[in-house]
């Protein structure tokens, strides 16, 4: 009954948005079909994280190498991953009006929109989506009732955005085989480290991912009894940890370096963030610590399913899902768990070394 009601309640708010968008919408559908084969292709991703970015430019990197001119116009603070990739034909800053000006005076032979779940990004898209002269497909339940939008790609279909985004490559190429995408991004060179680190980042932009001060506090004493490795800890200002030979606190001043300062280590240790999909970007044995019972937009699947980290090595940990809450924390991840994840990361380190 429950679920029924659910169910129920999530259609009453896709209406009640979509009346919402659908005033943006355009009258009619521009007579467009499909065409035969896509040579010249712009992605629109108004997706607001790094991590979506990474998984962007790796679909962008494979649309590439497959022969397609391909060009994006996405969030200004996310062009800062996407003009790292010299194999796209043009960036474009969502917010700005001079490049949507530019973006319309070319030719495309498709337009595909990534967004799934934002509605609230409408207004930011619309202006460009109206404007665009090319059969156009969407990914969202929303944009597939928009006259803007000429087709959907139903990726609700995978459970992992790596598989989703093959989805949409694979229907750009017209092909029936779905190959899983993997992050991509480059960066500036670091200067080399000279001891062996893992990258630890304790930060979220929500604070149920957020690691509490006693795993903080847990992680810090691991390095200094392993004595093996330094932990370059992220950590809110307001945590006090003692710096020493094992244990440094870094603060990068932008995503870049970070990811920069995380090519050069040899593990990476975060929560569910941008850093999990970076480090996959780079290979790095990845121990990543997810909430328990969070879903993803797709109910269907677990968010620690759709954002898994896609690294060779990688391990997952969870707390008790038995645990009161709509979603369990990060910080209700127990001492025993972080234990072996650390115990799991040590020896992956140490087998990769040898």
């Known amino acids: 009954m429950m679920s029924w009601l659910k169910a129920l309640n999530r259609r009453r708010l896709f209406w009640k948005r979509l009346r919402v968008v659908k005033k943006e919408d355009l ?3 521009h007579p467009l079909t499909r065409p035969d084969s896509v040579k010249r292709l712009l992605v629109i991703d ?7 970015a990474v998984y962007t430019n790796g679909l962008l990197s494979a649309l590439a190498c497959d022969g397609l001119e391909v060009s994006v116009a996405a969030r200004e603070k996310m062009l800062s991953v996407f003009r790292t990739n010299g194999a796209l034909k043009a960036t474009y800053s969502l917010e700005s009006e001079a490049d949507r000006e530019a973006c319309l005076a070319e030719s495309f032979d498709m337009v595909v929109d990534l967004d799934y779940n934002h509605t609230h990004t409408f207004p930011l898209r619309m202006p460009w989506l109206k404007a665009l002269r090319a059969f156009t497909a969407t990914c969202s339940e929303y944009g597939r009732e928009l006259n803007v939008f000429h087709d959907f790609i139903d990726i609700s279909r995978f459970a992992h955005v790596g598989e989703r985004l093959g989805l949409v490559r694979a229907y750009v190429l017209g092909s029936e085989d779905v190959e899983p995408i993997r992050p991509v991004f480059d960066v500036p060179e670091h200067a080399p480290l000279e001891f062996r680190a893992v990258y630890v980042n304790t930060l979220a932009s929500q604070d149920d991912r957020c690691l509490s001060a006693d795993q903080i506090a847990q992680l810090a004493a691991w390095f200094r009894k392993e004595r093996k490795l330094c932990g370059l800890f ?5 945590v006090e940890l003692e710096e020493d030979a ?8 932008s995503f870049g370096e970070a990811a920069s300062l995380l090519k050069e280590t040899v593990a990476v240790i975060t929560p569910d963030t941008s850093m999990v999909h970076v480090a996959a970007a780079f290979e790095k044995p990845v121990l990543a610590l997810f909430c328990g019972k969070e879903r993803d937009y797709f109910p269907a699947y677990a968010m620690s399913e759709t954002w898994a980290p896609r690294s060779e090595k990688a391990m997952v940990v969870k707390p008790d899902e038995s645990l009161p809450g709509k979603v369990v924390p990060v910080s209700a991840i127990s001492s025993s768990a972080l234990e072996d994840g650390l115990r799991w990361l040590g020896d992956v380190v140490e087998e990769k070394a040898s």
Do not use: E, L, T
């Open 234 to 238: 992220y950590v809110s200002d307001d």
């Open 46 to 52: 108004a997706f607001p994280g790094f991590g979506d």
């Open 246 to 253: 094992w244990v440094r606190r870094i603060r990068p001043d």
């Open 27 to 29: 009258p009619q559908r």
